[in-house]
């Protein structure tokens, strides 16, 4: 039987994630970049490279931990720069309600003690007095990751196209794409018509806000 072919855009770490998946799992896969290199232009060439869900979630929604939680384990199979020591948050004595609240809002983590953010983290030692130790968390270099990536991708004959860009109106006038797009918006509008009023005006508020 034929394989599905798949074009994957952009050769960010979404992108290159994505079309290292469904290559396992046998589909063909080609990716198109518009930079000229890996990481032109790419906001994964800048990131910070933290694996880090549960403290992420003090500020987002639930589905950063559902997901994130096991994206440690996907990258610690696939790429063997990711080390799994742990996160810590610190903050000023004068911030400490702000370290409470950040506490409030997430889960899997440690108090830890002066003694023990210098044992943790040496270049903090005699800096602060109390801390927060995700000890699941995990991190990497960003640039490496990436170049391993494409690394086990060429090597399952996976190509990349630089210097293409495939504009996002070719992609909606794709008729795949264009029926996603309809399904997508029934099941936003099912969505919006099933919340309460109070909570349609919550989610709106948080939408104003964000917007500044
Ligand atoms: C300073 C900084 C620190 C960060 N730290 C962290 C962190 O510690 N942990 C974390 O999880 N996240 C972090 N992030 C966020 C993280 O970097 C992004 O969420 C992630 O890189 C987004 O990846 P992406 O593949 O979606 O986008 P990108 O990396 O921007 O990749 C998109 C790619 O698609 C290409 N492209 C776009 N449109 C087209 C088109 N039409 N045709 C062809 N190519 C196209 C672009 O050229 C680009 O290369 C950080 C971000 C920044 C800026």
Redesign the pocket.
Known sequence: MARSSVIV????????ACALELAERGLAVEI????RAL??????????????PWC?RATTEPEVVTWGAPSIAWWAERFPGTVQNGSLVVAQSRDAPDLARFASRTERFEWVDAERIATLEPDLAGRFRRALFFPDEA?LD?RRALASLVETLRRRGVAIRFG?????RTLFDHPTLASMAVAIEEQLIEEIESLSEEEAERRLTAIQGSQG
């Open positions: 855009v952009g050769a960010g770490v979404a992108g290159l198109v970049e518009r930079g990481g032109d232009g790419a906001c994964s060439w800048m990131a910070g490279g933290m694996l880090a992420e991190h960003p293409v860009e495939l504009a996002l």
